[in-house]
């Protein structure tokens, strides 16, 4: 073989290689067919090309290119993936902008929907990213910030109370309410000993008490059925009273009572027999009366009964004639 063809060779082989790396480099695999997805993002935060496509950490494609596009006075960015390997991806799933290392090198993760249709060649994912340090930083610090905050008020309040405790008249005040707040303790000591000892000598006359009381809870248990019968009993008088027309006995009695006043007042006031016997006494002077002459009728009977009696064996005496 002449030197010539190969150089010719060498130079073509090398040229093979640049191209196929060059492709590789951009994610394209001359040798293995891909398809292209599209996402677009406001923004892509340092995301460049040949960045990996990633699938629960594991490379699955490459960043390929990086649009900036304008529409209506708005920028966005259109970036072009692609996938090398044989994944099917849901309909709807994001490409995640996400850090890959503490450096802040970027790369993009896959996050499938729920969906059961999947993306062809040339279909748009959602795009989305994670937040910056800048915001992850700011979230992290913001409760903190709000802790630190309401720490400070609460310091503020302290230091007004304090400034207020140095107060001579309020340095006072606290003495006396502690000085009050000790005597109330020394009562309740004293109060608490003297307690003790009642108790302590009149223990016996506690314990006659509670076993009086348990002598009564016990006769009370054993007499629960005659309480029972008690309880049936003036249940039984309520449940007749209830039924038994009360009402109109009341007013029939009142009615009763009002007709006896009428009568009395009537007997009062010298109206029919009953009042003129009670108010007149003409006829306890005419019995009066009849009385007397009754008693003189009586005493001329008895000295004289020829007058009102006349028995003669010979005959009848002329009643007229006068006696001597």
């Known amino acids: 073989m002449k030197k010539e063809v190969k150089i010719g060779i060498v130079v073509l082989l090398a040229i093979g290689v640049f191209i196929y790396g060059f492709n590789f480099l951009r994610g394209h695999n001359l040798f293995n067919p891909q398809r292209k997805l599209y996402a677009v993002y406001p923004k892509i935060d340092g995301l460049l090309e040949a960045n990996p496509l990633l699938l629960n950490g594991f490379k699955v494609g490459q960043v390929n290119k990086i649009e900036l596009r ?22 709807n799933s994001a490409a995640k902008i996400v850090s890959s290392d503490l450096l802040g090198s970027k790369a993009v993760e896959l996050v499938f929907s729920k969906r059961t249709d999947y993306v062809k060649d040339g279909d748009y994912l959602v795009g989305e990213s994670e937040d910056d340090i800048k915001t992850s930083v700011n979230k992290q610090i913001a409760p903190l910030q709000k802790k630190a905050e309401q720490l400070i008020s609460s310091i503020d309040s302290v230091m007004q109370v304090v400034t207020q405790v140095m107060n001579a008249n309020v340095r006072q005040n606290l003495i006396t309410s502690f000085e009050s707040i000790k005597n109330t303790i020394i009562t309740l000591e004293h109060t608490t000993y003297k307690v003790d000892t009642l108790l302590s000598k009149e223990q016996y006359a506690i314990a006659d008490i509670i076993q009086k009381v348990s ?26 009273l209830a039924k038994a027309n009360v009402k109109k006995t009341i007013e029939e009695t009142n009615k009763a009572l009002s007709d006896a006043n009428l009568i009395l007042a009537q007997i009062n006031s010298g109206q029919g027999t009953m009042g003129k016997l009670i108010k007149n006494d003409s006829l306890y002077n005419n019995l009066n009366k009849s009385s007397e002459d009754l008693d003189k009728l009586l005493k001329d009977l008895r000295i004289n009964p020829e007058r009102y009696m006349h028995i003669s064996v010979f005959g009848r005496k002329d009643r007229n004639k006068p006696k001597n």
């Open 215 to 240: 002598s009564i809870t016990t006769n009370i248990e054993k007499n629960n059925e005659k309480l029972s019968n008690v309880i049936n009993n003036f249940s039984n008088i309520s449940d007749s």
């Open 70 to 91: 304008e529409k209506d006075g708005k920028y966005d960015v259109l970036v072009t993936f692609f996938i090398s390997s044989d994944v099917d991806i849901p309909t």
